[in-house]
């Protein structure tokens, strides 16, 4: 067994690996004390060195490679044995939107880039050829990697024979709109990221350390606060389903709320919806107490890629759409955002267009396996499906039938019962309310307020998590109270404090909840700032599509539409307030 590293100092020593693929060199530049605590890691830290790196001047319109730097940044406290799996967040400027996109890894890749000794990759300039990088232990190999060109990502990963590959897909090499980086068969969805990498030339790069993390500054005190975090978790029946099966055990509560995205948002609720959750059942009896890590994805298959090629499709066989996810994730595909496309062009093929595809009334897995690989590769078909929805809404119609928010595919859940994601997702924000998908539909005219406020409260508090290195689930417990789950406030500060104990074991000095609170809050208006600034100081309002503003039919129980317009009010009071 690895001997895990100790370091018993109040600051350690920490840099950031900069990465030239232009003219295949690197740095590894000292990370100044005042720096790492000022930005700490994760989120913050990778929109600080994106501001730092980008070359405002060349990012222009149509050519995202120059000027645009991709950094990763894993979070503090992501080397450490913590109960759920660590994230890495991702920054780049986005082909697709023209804003900042960023995502988050959660899989042991964020602990290997922190065990190698780097609090951030920044990857610069572009490659003339197709290329791919290996970071090992004490500096950065590159290689030709043409022989690679329309690999699929997984023999892209056993050519590489490593720990760690983060690369694309045929998809993200023939720049389709869908594309997604895959880091160790896991989707990432930053809109845009694998066009930018694409763009660069990059297939993939790796990472092969021998490092094995290291102790926390305070081992008894770590041990406790992971054993009180488990035995949170453990109390609720749907934080244990969670823990054991991933984030698809919370669609277990679509059918009670109303959701899911059902049949291109026809439908909020429906029977069929059962067959994708997941098949085992809790035993009856004394409640089983969790041991970490928990809150890991079982299946590539999460909730959101699970709607997004099932109950939107119509396709309720768990079997079929883990086949659906299987294969965007070997041609670099999102399945969100694939999903969403199959969908519009399923409903727009009903109403006689698109004729150029076969009939799609009839759900079928083997249809949707065609046309998949023809968009990754853009034959045939796939050619014409593999561009952006507001390109495709623009050349073929069915606008009616299309979802998005700044040309991205929403995410597939039925904004009419989540009025709080509604504001998010308006905002291009995606992450999830889970206080909201677990108790449902708390609108009511007079309460805008207070929903906005819980919009910035998720806001805050995942960034913050994303900070450390935390799994939002790991608060999830929290929001599952039976009386005082959302929209109260009972844990409000709770939450911040848990994230400021491990924060502080990974640091060496103590952070308190009020700190925490200031890095999530401090890491929002960073990334406002330079939206702004991409945006070439326009102010851009959040909107949904017109189908979820006007038009509130279904089968749900009460036909609601998003009240938008007071929403996006009262969320602009409540920022200005907190200001």
Request: charged share 20%; proline share 4%; glycine share 8%.
């Amino acid at each position: 067994m690895k001997k895990k590293r100790t370091l018993a100092f109040p600051y350690r020593q920490r840099s950031v690996l900069h990465i030239d693929i232009a003219s295949e060199s690197y740095e590894v530049i000292p990370l100044p004390e005042a720096d790492a605590k000022a930005y700490l890691g994760g989120r913050l830290l990778a929109l600080q060195l994106w501001k730092q790196f980008a070359v405002v001047a060349e990012l222009g319109p149509k050519y995202y490679e120059s000027g645009n730097p991709i950094v990763f940044a894993p979070g503090s406290a992501s080397d450490l044995s913590l109960p759920c799996p660590t994230s890495c967040s991702i920054v780049t400027k986005s082909p697709i939107t023209g804003k900042i996109a960023v995502g988050s890894i959660r899989s042991p890749f964020a602990g290997a880039l922190a065990s190698a000794g780097y609090s951030a990759l920044v990857i610069t300039g572009r490659a003339r050829r197709l290329m791919s990088f290996k970071i090992h232990d004490g500096g950065v190999g590159f290689a030709a990697a043409e022989e690679l060109h329309n690999l699929t990502t997984v023999e892209v990963a056993k050519r590489a024979a490593a720990k760690h590959v983060v690369g694309i897909g045929p998809a993200g090499e023939h720049q389709v709109a869908h594309a997604s980086l895959v880091a160790d068969n896991q989707n990432i969805r930053c809109g845009g990221a694998a066009l930018v990498f694409g763009l660069k030339n990059i297939k993939y790069f790796s990472l092969d350390t021998t490092a094995a993390g290291r102790e926390s500054y305070n081992p008894h005190r770590f041990g406790l606060l992971v054993q009180s975090s488990l035995k949170a978790m453990s109390k609720r029946r749907i934080c244990r389903t969670t823990a054991k099966q991933g984030s698809l055990a919370l669609l277990a509560k679509a059918n009670h709320h109303g959701w899911a995205a059902i049949d291109n948002y026809s439908m909020r609720i429906d029977g069929r919806l059962w067959g994708l959750c997941p098949r085992t059942a809790e035993k009856e009896g004394r409640a089983e107490v969790l041991s970490g890590p928990v809150c890991v994805e079982k299946s590539s298959m999460d909730l959101q890629s699970a709607m997004a090629l099932g109950s939107n499709l119509e396709l309720f066989d768990s079997r079929s759409v883990q086949q659906l996810v299987t294969r965007c994730l070997e041609n670099g595909l999102d399945p969100i955002s694939a999903g969403a496309v199959l969908s519009w062009a399923r409903k727009s093929r009903m109403d006689g267009l698109l004729g150029f595809l076969p009939d799609m009334q009839r759900s079928s897995a083997m249809l949707y396996l065609r046309l998949l690989d023809a968009m990754a590769y853009q034959r045939g078909t796939g050619e014409q499906l593999g561009k952006s929805m507001e390109e495709l809404v623009a050349i073929y119609g069915g606008a009616e039938h299309a979802f998005m928010v700044d040309n991205l595919p929403l995410p597939p859940f039925d904004y009419r019962a989540l009025p709080v994601q509604a504001l998010l997702a308006s905002l291009g924000d995606e992450r999830l309310v889970h206080g909201e998908l677990l108790w449902g539909n708390r609108y009511r005219r007079g309460n805008e307020r207070t929903l906005a406020s819980w919009a910035l409260y998720v806001q805050q508090v995942s960034s913050a998590l994303e900070c450390v290195g935390l799994s939002p689930l790991l608060l999830l417990p929290t929001f599952a109270h039976p009386v005082f789950h959302f929209p109260y406030w009972r844990f409000k500060y709770k939450n911040f404090s848990t994230v400021a104990a491990f924060a502080s074991l990974g640091e060496g000095y103590e952070i308190h909840a009020e700190q925490m609170a200031a890095f999530g809050k401090k890491a929002e208006a960073l990334q406002r700032e330079i939206n702004t600034l991409l945006l070439d100081k326009h102010k851009q309002k959040g909107r949904l599509p017109d189908q979820l503003l006007v038009n509130g039919k279904s089968n749900y129980r009460r036909a609601q539409v998003v009240p938008l317009a007071r929403l996006l009010d009262a969320y602009e009071s409540v920022l200005r307030h907190k200001k």
